[in-house]
């Protein structure tokens, strides 16, 4: 596709993507519009991780991408922790080893520190559904 991505048609986008790569049985939406929006957007319980899905609004240049990604995947990880009964009931026995930011365009290492730092925040906090081996990284499709 040329141009820019609308949030929705990335979103649908990915999860085609998704469901090509792991089978369409295989990926479950987490819709935010009734009682969602729990920091993530798709389940692969056969991989154990969970995708959230980011368009930032185009143009700009790397530098404000790449504040805006991290700033997004700072308040996602925050619902992931916060959430935690909803995600409890929602994600069962299933220990989440991967969140995964997925984005049009990745261009900054900047991110990738940024994750690093999350991630071991998120596994510091000790929750029943985050794997010990947890980790926070982005993908551009």
């Known amino acids: ?10 979103e649908e986008y990915v999860f085609g993507l998704l469901q090509d790569r792991h089978g369409a049985l295989n990926v ?3 819709p935010a519009r009734h009682k969602g929006d ?3 957007d798709f389940i692969c319980r056969a991989e154990r991780a969970v995708f959230q899905c980011y368009a930032v609004e185009e143009p700009c240049d790397v530098a404000d991408r790449a504040r805006k990604q991290q700033s997004k995947s700072t308040s996602d ?5 916060a959430n935690s009964p909803n995600l409890q009931r929602l994600l069962g026995e299933m220990k989440v080893t991967r969140w995964i930011l997925t984005v049009p365009l990745h261009d900054s290492v900047n991110v990738n520190a940024h994750l690093a730092e999350k991630s071991a925040e998120v596994r510091a906090r000790g929750l029943a559904y985050i794997a010990p081996d947890f980790e926070a990284d982005i993908q551009d499709l």
Not at 1 to 9: F, L
């Open 1 to 10: 596709m040329s141009g820019y991505w609308d949030p929705n048609e990335w």
């Open 28 to 30: 479950s939406k987490v």
């Open 38 to 40: 729990l920091g993530i």
């Open 77 to 81: 990880l925050k619902k992931l922790c």
